[in-house]
């Protein structure tokens, strides 16, 4: 008699029972991500935010029951938990839904990090959770942190589940260190019409010959960290001439043209009149640093590398044109992946490193010229190590069962350098101890920007 059926975004919940005869509330709501709603989960995300809270449209659907509960829970001592996906407390979604949630008086009571929920359903679908105990309740000052077997008692859980102050990593469109931009790859936008496996690759030329000087190998993450790459059939710089000599390469063009004018979006539509060309164009003329997108979570440190410019990436990965061996030592060492761990969203488990978020707000340090040189050397050192195994992927180099002791110990000696140029302790210091330093170094940098 006590239960109400509806959408519970779209009902007064004080109507169902009045605020001041609650002690508790909780649930498992639905699970649908911020680009993953139906225009009607977008309608009831806009109607719970309104029109004044800031990237709002980037939130996912869960927030929304965040956001309800607070309203109802203002100004008591009501407590309220949720099961929810753990994107909500990674990435942009940190500062766009908790950053005003505290402003508001709101604080976390406890929490468990990240699980695994399986569904009892036969075709099982593994989502990756996290359960937030949060009120504007002043009752409890002894917080509590569940993550596996362990419990950690702390004064404080920041919005990222962690046991530090209240930073919120926003999007920022520019490095907040001196240091370059970085970009991502190329979109196509061709329906698949310019992309070949090897053997398809094969098959084309072999059948229009002339066609080989227009392929290059076409990496995404994927292909990458596997060191398998697809290849793409390259006619921006092909003359209408010599494009109308290649009949099977015409037909692709035309293909291609045709799949953006059935699209959906005027955008994509406009890129018709340009079908040789893609919609992102990203094509470095000399070596670059590469980065995966999305890295699996069992690895310590993301793959990177250099990609020369006989070759195309994929949007899927980022590129940086200007770095160096300095660049690449920072990036790979274990101060900027507790940085990931910590800041970047995550697909499934795996990071998903994004450039405004990630990269834009990650405090680089001030190094002395000799503290730079050491960290230049540590970087080669890992390229050298992986050159010791020509036959192997970097997803066999960076597997933890099978790292080579050369490149583990590579490294090592590149993690020491970066600590070093950081002022830190290599000897004692934690990954949670690394992040606190960087919140700190974070703080003081946004706070003179």
Known sequence: TNIVEGNALRMDWNEVVPAEELSYIMGNPPFVGARMMSDGQKEDLFNVFGSNWPNAGNLDYVCCWYKKACDMAYNSDIKMAFVSTNTICQGEQVANLWENLFKSGIHIDFAHRTFRWDSEANLKAHVHCIIVGFSYSKNSKTRIIYTGDEVIETNNINAYLLDGPDI?????????????????????????????????????????????????????????????????????????????????????????????????????????????????????????????????????????????????????????????????????????????????????????????????NFPWPTPTEAQKAKIENAAQAILDARNLYPDCSLADLYDE??????????????????????????????????????????EKMTKSS
């Not at 290059?216 to 790459?229: C, D, L, S, T, W």
């Not at 340009?274 to 993301?302: A, G, K, L, W």
């Open 168 to 360: 919120f990593v926003g999007s920022r469109n520019t490095p907040l260190s001196p240091v370059p931009m970085l970009g991502i790859g190329n979109k196509p936008v061709d329906g698949g019409n310019y992309l070949f496996t090897k053997e398809e690759m094969d098959e084309f030329i072999l059948a229009e010959p002339e066609s080989a000087q227009y392929f290059r190998p076409f990496y995404g993450a994927v292909e990458f960290i596997h060191q398998k790459p697809r290849y793409c059939l390259w006619l921006g710089d092909c003359s209408p001439a010599q494009l109308r000599s290649l009949p099977n390469c015409l037909k692709r063009v035309e293909a291609v043209r045709s799949f953006r004018l059935a699209s959906k979006s005027e955008g994509t539509r406009k890129l018709a009149d340009r079908p040789t060309r893609f919609h992102v164009e990203n094509m470095p003329t000399h070596s670059c640093i590469v980065i995966p997108q999305v890295s699996s979570q069992n690895r310590r440190y993301i793959p990177m590398g250099y990609m020369g410019a006989d070759v195309l990436c994929s949007d899927k990965v980022r590129l940086m044109p200007e770095g160096t061996l300095y660049h690449l030592g920072i990036l790979e060492s274990s101060v900027h992946m507790a940085w990931v761990r910590v800041v970047s969203g995550r697909l499934k488990s795996d990071y998903s490193y994004t450039v405004n978020n990630v990269y834009n």
């Open 401 to 442: 069962t099978t790292m080579p002791v050369e490149l583990r110990r590579a490294h090592q000696e590149n993690d020491k350098a970066v600590m070093e140029a950081y002022g830190f302790n290599w000897k004692n210091m934690t990954e949670a101890d690394i992040v606190a330093e960087l919140f700190k170094l974070y």
